[in-house]
């Protein structure tokens, strides 16, 4: 940094407090302080998946007294190397229910069978059925480009709801919504036809602890499942307190922060705050659901410190 940027950051910082002293009505109180809530729904296609891609967010909003729940479409019945059917499909239920009970936030799984999963009108309607009775500010969900077709179904099953919460000929059984959500795609590492634009970047430094309580009850996911699909098992320690330290330090599962999202974490955070970040969720606004201007992202993700 020289020293005419540095010249140019102390006038932006001078004119911003000049600004909050004479225009106090113009500062954006949070939608907290405001008495409002943000209720946020995020959709998986395993009971798994949310935990992975928003887990951090959601015990971030939990923790501020915010309502989010997580839905999973298919009840993961298939994804096991030596269980499967009801006995697995029970089993995910409980460990998803549990992980969400460690960060306080509900999780719903949805009985449609795990590798079967199709963007059918029915599941459609399951999903606007869940963000309209959830009223939902915000809705979570996969982008519809992916390597496994649950997770792409579930991207198109949420974008095909994403305009249909609000018309009321559709799903009578369930009231409509007044306006549309704001709908987020979970980041990913997928480059065509276009890479994942990390619009909102948020550092779960502060509840890396809680997303890390949140996986571990996910034992036939993190600790059997998948290091089984990458020829990983032997490196799982059996103990669980040993096993809960591979989680968080030695797995794939928690990498530390993408360098591709620094710029908007600096952005959100200031250069200082955001270069000690360890990790972070990031999450790209997709253009079917209600757009935001700058001051409304902060106010319905208030957890950023630079303005
Ligand atoms: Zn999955």
């Not at 959830?134 to 390597?147: E, G, L, Q, S």
């Not at 996986?215 to 809960?244: C, G, I, N």
Request: glycine residues 6%.
């Amino acid at each position: 940094m020289n020293s005419h940027h540095l010249k140019l950051i102390q006038l932006r910082r001078k004119i911003t407090l000049a600004l909050l002293l004479v225009l106090p009505t113009v500062a954006i109180p949070s939608l907290h302080a405001q008495g409002k809530s943000i209720r946020v729904i995020a959709f998986g296609a395993h009971p798994d998946d949310c935990d992975l891609g928003a887990g951090g967010l959601a015990a971030k909003y939990a923790a501020a007294g915010y309502k989010v729940k997580f839905v999973s479409l298919t009840n993961g019945d298939a994804g096991h190397q030596s269980m499967g059917g009801t006995e697995l499909a029970n089993r995910r239920r409980a460990e998803a229910s549990e992980a969400g009970r460690r960060i306080g936030i509900e999780y719903e799984v949805l009985d449609n069978h795990d590798g079967q999963l199709l963007p059918s009108l029915v599941v459609r309607e399951q999903v606007i059925r869940e963000i309209r009775q959830w009223k939902a500010d915000i809705v979570i969900a996969p982008r519809p480009n992916d390597y496994h077709p649950d997770h792409r179904y579930t991207g198109i099953l949420v974008q095909d709801a994403s305009y249909m919460v609000i018309v009321p000929d559709v799903v009578k059984d369930t009231p409509p919504l007044s306006s549309n959500p704001v709908f987020l795609y979970y980041a990913d590492r997928f480059k065509k036809p276009q890479p994942f634009q990390p619009d909102i970047v948020v550092s779960i430094d502060d509840v890396f602890d809680k997303k890390v309580d949140m996986l571990d009850a996910q034992v036939s996911q993190f600790y059997e499942w998948l290091p089984w699909t990458m020829h990983a098992l032997d490196q799982v320690p059996q103990d669980p307190a040993a096993r809960k330290k591979w989680l968080a330090n030695d797995s794939i599962f928690l990498p530390k922060v993408n360098p591709a999202w620094r710029k908007a974490l600096e952005k959100y955070y200031g250069p200082t705050a955001a270069a000690k970040i360890q990790h972070a969720e990031a999450f790209e606004i997709t253009e079917y659901g209600r757009q935001l201007t700058e001051r409304e992202i902060r106010a319905l993700f208030p957890f950023f410190s630079a303005k």
